[in-house]
């Protein structure tokens, strides 16, 4: 079964720190780019953070310096660390894996809610 597992969301202060975990199963892991989307209450969904097959990362312009993302590919997951958390990262985040091929597919996990707020 193909499923991406997120882990980590919860309440934080302003500041704070958190660590999303996305656990992979059912997908060929190593070949695959990574990322965490997010989407804040009536917002669209927009990429926060990227990471390629081959280590090489981007980031939205808002969380550069502060969010990190890293993969481990012996344990088909990939992380975000989150520091200094502001209220504007309160979104749910989702997992996403990249096709491998145009005849391959996307695959998105199911989202855990962050919420910054004191």
């Known amino acids: 079964q193909v499923q991406l597992v997120e882990s980590g969301g919860g309440l934080v202060q302003p500041g704070g720190s958190l660590r999303l975990s996305c656990a992979a199963s059912?997908?060929?892991?190593?070949?695959?780019?990574m990322g965490w989307f997010r989407q804040a209450p009536g917002k669209q969904r927009v990429l926060a953070a990227l990471?390629?097959?081959?280590?090489?990362?981007n980031y939205l312009d808002s969380v550069k310096g502060r969010f990190t993302i890293s993969r481990d590919n012996a344990k088909n997951t990939v992380y975000l660390q989150m520091n200094s958390l502001k209220p504007e990262d309160t979104a749910v985040y989702y997992c996403?894996?990249?096709?491998?091929?145009?005849?391959?597919?996307?695959?998105w996990g199911q989202g855990t809610l962050v919420t910054v707020s004191s």
């Open positions: 996403y894996a990249g096709a491998l091929s145009v005849m391959d597919l996307e695959v």
């Open positions: 059912g997908i060929i892991f190593s070949g695959r780019a």
């Open positions: 990471i390629t097959s081959g280590g090489s990362t």
